[in-house]
């Protein structure tokens, strides 16, 4: 949920901000899908 979150807010900013699309993808899908599946992974070896 938090990572969703944070890609929603990162994308509603760099649109307003004139950010390119090019960049956008690279910082969502690099640094935020990073995290998302890094925060998974964490939970997931947790919970087993």
Same mark, same amino acid.
């Given at each position: 949920?938090?990572? +969703?979150?944070?890609?929603?807010? !990162?994308? !509603? *900013?760099?649109? +307003?901000?004139?950010? &390119?699309?090019? *960049? +956008?993808?690279?910082?969502?899908?690099?640094?935020?899908?990073?995290?998302?599946? !890094? &925060?998974? !992974?964490?939970?997931? &070896?947790? *919970?087993?």
């Amino acid at each position: 949920m938090q990572g +969703r979150r944070e890609i929603v807010v !990162f994308h !509603f *900013v760099a649109f +307003r901000g004139g950010m &390119s699309q090019e *960049v +956008r993808l690279l910082l969502t899908a690099g640094v935020l899908g990073g995290f998302t599946t !890094f &925060s998974t !992974f964490a939970l997931e &070896s947790v *919970v087993l």
